[in-house]
């Protein structure tokens, strides 16, 4: 089944304790993208990748990275988590980069920083 | 700068009503794609449909419609004849150029269907 699987779905966590959150699809996406949704924000962009080593910062790319050494994974990295961070996490891959592709959305990843 | 505004924050309907949901967008471009998404109860998102700021025919797809006006930049989607498997929170999205590859979200439309 064609999917994008998230790994761990729930995560609580505490104050600077490094963690990753796995992003994995078997679509052979070229494109995979990264967003948080917070109440009363919507969902904001925080890092995309157009292929394996491209990646690059959506609007709110601050506390996070990410690494694309393989086409099929795309995790994110948080190497200090604050309690800021605490949200709800969307991975998304298109098989193309563009917005003329569908973008595929993971089941999300609930976070909660203490 | 890039912006969707999506103003309704809940809307509640009884079934079998019809719904539009208001989005609004800036952009200086002019060049770029406007989609919805829906997300259910359940979480995941669900794409509903997309459109080229070149095109402004309006599109009918079952019981949704989606009204595309540039001169106001907005993209307003309507459900005919809801029903109770239509409550969701509805996003309105932009990617303007010059790569297509960042998406701007509204902030979401809660819509609450009542049997």
């Known amino acids: 089944e064609a999917q994008v699987t998230q790994n761990p779905r729930y995560l609580i966590t505490v104050t600077g304790k490094k963690l990753t959150v796995t992003c994995s699809q078997n679509m052979n996406h070229e494109y995979m993208s990264w967003y948080r949704q917070d109440p009363g924000l919507g969902l904001r962009q925080i890092y995309y990748?157009?292929?394996?080593?491209?990646?690059d910062k959506g609007d709110v790319p601050e506390g996070y990275k990410v690494s694309r050494k393989e086409k099929r994974n795309f995790p994110l990295i948080l190497e200090s988590p604050s309690p800021n961070q605490t949200s709800l996490y969307f991975c998304a891959s298109s098989l193309l980069a563009g917005p003329q592709e569908t973008q595929y959305f993971g089941p999300g990843t609930r976070l909660l920083v203490l | 700068a890039q912006k969707v505004t999506q103003a309704q924050t809940e809307i509640s309907v009884v079934e079998k009503e019809d719904v539009t949901l208001d989005c609004v967008y800036e952009t200086r471009d002019t060049t770029y794609y406007l989609f919805w998404y829906k997300q259910p109860p359940s979480g995941e998102l669900v794409f509903l449909i997309r459109?080229?700021?070149?095109?402004?025919q309006n599109e009918i797809s079952g019981r949704y419609s989606w009204n595309f006006q540039k001169s106001t930049s907005s993209f307003n989607f309507t459900i005919t004849a809801s029903q109770v498997v239509d409550s969701a929170v509805y996003f309105c999205a932009l990617s303007p150029p010059p790569t297509g590859n960042q998406f701007y979200f509204g902030t979401g439309t809660s819509l609450t269907v009542i049997p």
């Open positions: 990748s157009m292929n394996v080593e491209v990646t």
């Open positions: 459109r080229n700021s070149f095109d402004e």
